[in-house]
């Protein structure tokens, strides 16, 4: 089975809300000198791709859209197991809404080819729209299968998939090839690359395709239909009540009068 | 010309998600300025909600019924809504952003009508003649305002982010039964089992609890969410944690609050040995009002908490449950 995920880096979502800043013109955070991460749920996808190909065998090939800075990412990817990575960089790509790339990423797949499954994360951990995985389905003309934590079985051109309910799973049939976006649960947690392996990583040739590589104008990309007009950071002016107490005792009986009191219990 | 709202409902009740749906619905009819707000209802022996969703703002109720719909799947839905959008031609569809329609159904029919999309909207506004959805970005560090390009705007509401509406016993309107083959919709994805691995909890479910009693790093194990357990029973909460209480399986998955889990806005969140991290108070942050536990005083979540308690949880906890229990 030939798995592809595709991953995006994002600026790492834990900075705290007090170095948190937008940038006006490009209405997007800052970069700032925070740390790029992949995104958390794509994360969570690779975990999904190599468990995959470590129970049902076959290879997992990793796709991100971004700058040369991207690279850093799919070092990781390969260092926690995925067999080959592919970098889609051209000028062309950047500012696309979510409709956009997913074009861009389909003719990425065309041109990979002899793919089966495709995961992608439910949502990217920044602007959080949830969009592209469907998007991507939809430009394939495949199957799509959304909120899958895992793969249960593969054979015979036929997959089943694990889709977390509130009282338990669903299991999905889908047949092959088909797209499926990603969420956690206690089965997926991502493993870390060791040191030892990012560094083999790092040498691993990695493939850039531009725009170019993969037949695309900016007429087939198309205009964005999804566009931000304004990014702010609201105002948090909570001021924080501390309850007093001798002891760990009296604190906990002042907790419970003040609750009262506020006729919030 | 219309806004269309779709809801998915059961024989034995409407969902809360539906009601908001309509009042988001009724409030952009307003600043549109008057266009009639449709309610596309979806499910097998619900007609009977049909003159409810009227009274909570729909002026007509466009419904789906089948028993293909009982549990629908996301394509089964994903078909209907096309058809109807094609029949009915509305400017704007709005959907619950739940698993079902903000996750699969909503996006893959942007995708096929060329229209623009916004998802897990908190509100809006009409400046110009044109809608800008409102949403949190970056896990709710900041706020964005989006525009939707195409002749129709689809946009998914996030939940608790409107108010029903007050029902209104004699509001009017008309119910039209919709003619169309559902057994045409035929899904490729199908779900062949259901496993049921998690017992029936007792008490409220996050989405409904006016309290919420959350655990996370803190907690130390999966022993220490016991405490928890035992205070929300009394204080009738449901039990919810951070990502590392759920990756290292203290509580499961399902209860996992934040940005990889679910967002939760009760009356009352109290969170203990929770640092405060935003992945997580992303996700709590919409509660009323916050409590925080927590034995470090430069914790963050002391900074976004309402009301803090310094120490350690093993000795706050046990009496505070005592004193409940004398004085509840």
Redesign the interface.
């Known amino acids: 089975m030939h798995i592809v995920v595709c991953i995006k880096q994002i600026i790492d ?5 007090h170095l ?1 800043r ?1 940038d006006p013109v490009t ?1 997007t ?1 800052m970069r700032g000198s925070h740390p790029l991460v992949i995104s ?2 794509d994360e969570v996808a690779l975990e999904v791709a190599i468990q995959a190909k470590e129970k049902f065998g076959g290879q997992v090939t990793v796709v991100t859209l971004g700058s040369n800075e991207a690279l850093q990412a799919l070092h990781q990817a390969l260092a926690m197991g995925a067999d080959t990575a592919v970098l889609l960089c051209d000028p062309m790509f950047e500012h696309v809404d979510s ?1 956009g790339k ?1 074009r861009i990423l389909a003719a990425a797949l065309r041109k990979i080819g002899d793919f089966d499954l495709v995961l992608c994360g ?1 949502q990217a ?7 592209v ?3 991507l ?3 394939l003309g495949i ?5 899958v934590a895992n793969v249960i079985a593969a054979e015979g051109g036929k997959i ?2 694990k889709r ?12 092959l090839p ?1 797209l499926a ?1 990603i ?4 089965s997926n ?1 991502p493993r870390y690359a060791s040191v030892k392996r990012l560094r083999a990583a790092m040498r691993a040739p990695i493939p850039k395709w531009s725009a170019i590589d993969l037949g695309l104008e900016p007429a087939i990309i198309g ?12 105002k ?1 002016e ?6 007093s107490g001798e002891s ?2 009296e ?3 002042n ?2 009068l ?3 009191e ?1 006729k ?2 | 010309m219309s806004i269309l709202a779709c809801c998915v409902a059961t024989k034995l009740s409407i969902p809360r998600s539906t009601l908001e749906l309509l009042s988001a619905a009724r409030s952009l009819s307003q600043q549109l300025g008057q266009i009639s707000v449709q309610a596309l209802l979806i499910g097998f022996e619900v007609k009977e909600h049909a003159s409810n969703l009227i009274r909570y703002g729909a002026d007509e109720v466009l419904l789906a019924e089948h028993p293909r719909l009982e549990h629908p799947e ?2 089964v839905v994903l078909g209907l809504v096309e058809e109807v959008v094609r029949r009915f031609t509305p400017k704007v569809v709005l959907f619950p952003h739940d ?1 079902l329609s ?3 159904v909503a ?2 029919l ?3 009508i ?7 909207c908190t509100g809006f506004e009409v400046k110009d003649g044109d809608i ?1 959805w409102l949403r949190p ?3 709710g ?10 002749a129709v705007q689809i946009a998914t509401i996030r939940s608790r982010a409107f108010e029903p509406l007050p029902e209104e016993p004699f509001r009017k309107g008309e119910v039209r039964e919709l003619d169309i083959a559902i057994e045409a919709f035929v899904p ?11 017992e ?1 909890e007792k008490g409220p ?1 996050l989405d409904r609890a006016e ?1 919420i009693v959350g655990g996370g790093r803190g907690m130390g194990s999966a022993e220490g969410f016991k405490v928890l357990y035992e205070l929300a029973e009394l ?1 009738k909460a449901a039990v919810g944690g951070s990502r590392p209480a ?2 290292m ?1 203290w509580v ?3 209860r ?1 609050i934040g ?2 889990g679910k967002i939760v806005a009760p ?2 969140y109290i969170a203990v040995g929770i640092s405060g ?3 997580h108070m992303v996700g709590a942050s919409s509660s009323k ?1 916050i ?2 536990i927590n034995k470090d005083p430069d914790a ?1 979540i ?11 949880w093993e ?3 046990p ?2 449950i005592q ?2 229990k004398e ?2």
């Open positions: 979502p834990e900075v705290p809300f948190f937008i209405k955070q958390s749920y409709f997913a439910r951990g920044d602007i959080e729209m949830g969009l995985g469907p998007f389905a939809e430009e199957p799509c299968v959304t909120l089943h998939l977390p309910i509130e009282t338990g799973y669903e299991v999905i049939q889908a047949p088909c976006t969420t956690n649960d206690e947690v205009e964005a239909r999804i566009q931000i007009e304004e990014m702010w950071v609201p948090r909570i001021h924080c009540e501390f309850i760990p005792e604190k906990a009986r907790l419970a003040r609750l009262k506020l919030l219990i | 996301d394509e698993e903000g996750g699969h996006p893959r942007a995708h096929r060329k229209a623009g999309i916004v998802t897990d800008r970005v970056y896990g560090k900041a706020m964005a305002f989006f525009r939707a390009k195409g490729s994805a199908a779900i062949v089992e259901r496993v049921e691995t998690i029936a479910s309290i204080l759920a990756d399986g499961p998955h399902s996992l940005q990889t009356k009352l991290a935003s992945q009002t409590v925080a963050p002391f900074k976004l908490a309402h009301i803090g308690v310094v120490g350690e000795k706050i906890i009496p505070l004193i409940l004085t509840i």
